[in-house]
């Protein structure tokens, strides 16, 4: 890692890596990804048409997360292409991070699909691709502090628990019993569309009906992306999180 010491976070992959898989370029991912701890699977990656300059960034988005959350480092360990169809991107409880549409389509069709996203208030305002990756970092965050207090990796109970004090926090309230998913709801809908998304496939979690392991996510994206001026519910989840991380 300390040998990236000289790259800015977003200076060094996008432009010159390009979108040919040549020898250099897939050293060049492969010792980047060791240095950050993660094993880059490129036969996966090129089998299924990822760019190098998109797997490059998405690296080095990784590498600026730790950074803005030390706690994490090694949350990933696996880079790959996914199987979904349709997800940009996704990330597996035992810490494989995948790309899909994020990596197969080039930089100017990505933005403006997610500018169009953007535009429907569909992910937090201020934010470009790159939250996408930090969306995803998001789930490993909940899915490594669901193993630290559990025992075992999963989804639902911590997020519901980080939401539950961020909103105790936001509302300045003294006491969790007070908090109603409602409440929670208010709050993490000012968000994104996609923080209150309620999926078919995953119905929610206890008393809440929609994914809030979706919320906990758009936040982190928000917060990793406009630290100290994303939207105050996303800081007071990203505060909780890195409160937990400490504990
Ligand atoms: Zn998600």
């Avoid at 549409?101 to 790159?130: E, R």
């Avoid at 989804?155 to 004090?165: M, T």
Wanted: proline share 3%.
């Amino acid at each position: 890692m300390g040998s990236r010491g000289g790259h800015s976070h977003f200076g060094y992959g996008n432009r010159s890596i390009g979108n040919q898989w040549t020898d250099d370029v897939k050293k060049k991912i492969k010792d980047y990804g060791k240095d950050i701890g993660i094993y880059v699977s490129l036969g996966s990656l090129m089998a299924s048409g990822i760019r190098p300059d998109l797997t490059m960034s998405a690296l080095q988005d990784v590498e600026a997360f730790y950074h803005m959350f030390p706690k994490a480092q090694g949350i990933v360990n696996k880079l790959v292409a996914t199987d979904l169809p349709n997800a940009y991107a996704a990330m597996c409880v035992n810490g494989t991070l995948e790309l899909g549409l994020y990596g197969k389509l080039d930089l100017q069709t990505l933005n403006s699909y997610y500018k169009h996203d953007l535009q429907a208030k569909f992910h937090p305002a201020n934010t470009d691709y790159h939250a996408i990756i930090w969306h995803e970092l998001g789930h490993a965050l909940e899915v490594h502090l669901h193993e630290k207090k559990y025992g075992y990796p999963d989804f639902g109970p911590i997020a519901a628990e980080v939401l539950e004090n961020a909103t105790m926090k936001v509302m300045e309230l003294v006491s969790v019993n007070s908090i109603t998913p409602k409440k929670v709801f208010n709050y993490a809908k000012t968000i994104s569309g996609y923080a209150v998304h309620k999926k078919t496939d995953a119905p929610g979690y206890g008393a809440y009906d929609w994914a809030v392991w979706e919320t906990l996510a758009e936040a982190i994206g928000d917060y990793a992306q406009n630290k100290k001026k994303a939207h105050k519910f996303s800081v007071a989840i990203a505060e909780e999180v890195m409160r937990m991380l400490d504990n």
